[in-house]
T-cell receptor
Framework: AQSVTQPDIHITVSEGASLELRCNYS??????LFWYVQSPGQGLQLLLK????DTLVQGIKGFEAEFKRSQSSFNLRKPSVHWSDAAEYFC???WGGGADGLTFGKGTHLIIQP | EPEVTQTPSHQVTQMGQEVILRCVPISNHLYFYWYRQILGQKVEFLVSFYNNEISEKSEIFDDQFSVERPDGSNFTLKIRSTKLEDSAMYFC????????????????FGPGTRLTVL
């Protein structure tokens, strides 16, 4: 079955340090891939998406993600985190084939230490 | 920037009661969706809606659930007789084009309604 895995439930990073959040997808065919962020009381905001082409995708708020077909991964990165980056991050995928809905991972809760 | 809004932000209800969750999608969007997230679990797709009818629904979306676009702006999710296991965060989303042709489109999400069934 199609699935998205975010292996880290919580990640703690010091302010100013680099960040990498992991995401893996299953089911052979390459899906369209998304990263969403949810701050407390806010909706799911799209950070970036990958459909095709350049495997390094730039998003908002200084985030980027790299698609690696060989590893079925789409990891999110940021070179230097800010306290305002503390939030829940969701990786999602869409495989098409007549389906409308996105398949989400469980999310990674990012904590920023001062 | 246009955004999806949802009301209420938190709803508490007794088991067996009917609840209606409301969403106002982005105004020029044509496709609407409901997702839910049970605490500690994944965000799950419930249903998509286009042209006043259900486009796709998941196995979660059983006869207890219904969706409606009662006017030109609102999109609602009704749960007829709530169960304890319906307690979750419910997200509404909208997009300009169908999820089936998502080559360039994106689903925009609202802030969610937290439903607590006692």
């Amino acid at each position: 079955a199609q699935s998205v895995t975010q292996p880290d439930i919580h990640i703690t990073v010091s302010e100013g340090a680099s960040l990498e959040l992991r995401c893996n997808y299953s089911y052979g065919a390459t899906p369209y891939l998304f990263w969403y962020v949810q701050s407390p009381g806010q909706g799911l905001q799209l950070l970036l998406k990958y459909f095709s082409g350049d495997t390094l995708v730039q998003g908002i708020k200084g985030f980027e993600a790299e698609f690696k077909r060989s590893q079925s991964s789409f990891n999110l990165r940021k070179p230097s985190v800010h306290w305002s980056d503390a939030a829940e991050y969701f990786c999602a995928a869409w495989w098409g084939g007549g389906a409308d809905g996105l398949t989400f991972g469980k999310g990674t809760h990012l904590i920023i230490q001062p | 920037e246009p955004e999806v809004t949802q009301t209420p932000s938190h709803q508490v209800t007794q088991m067996g009661q009917e609840v209606i969750l409301r969403c106002v999608p982005i105004s020029n969007h044509l496709y609407f969706y409901w997702y839910r997230q049970i605490l500690g679990q994944k965000v799950e797709f419930l249903v998509s809606f286009y042209n006043n009818e259900i486009s796709e629904k998941s196995e979660i979306f059983d006869d207890q659930f219904s969706v409606e676009r009662p006017d030109g702006s609102n999109f609602t999710l009704k749960i007829r007789s709530t169960k304890l296991e319906d307690s979750a965060m419910y997200f509404c989303a909208s997009s300009r084009t169908s999820g089936r042709v998502m080559s360039t489109d994106t689903q925009y999400f609202g802030p969610g309604t937290r439903l607590t069934v006692l």
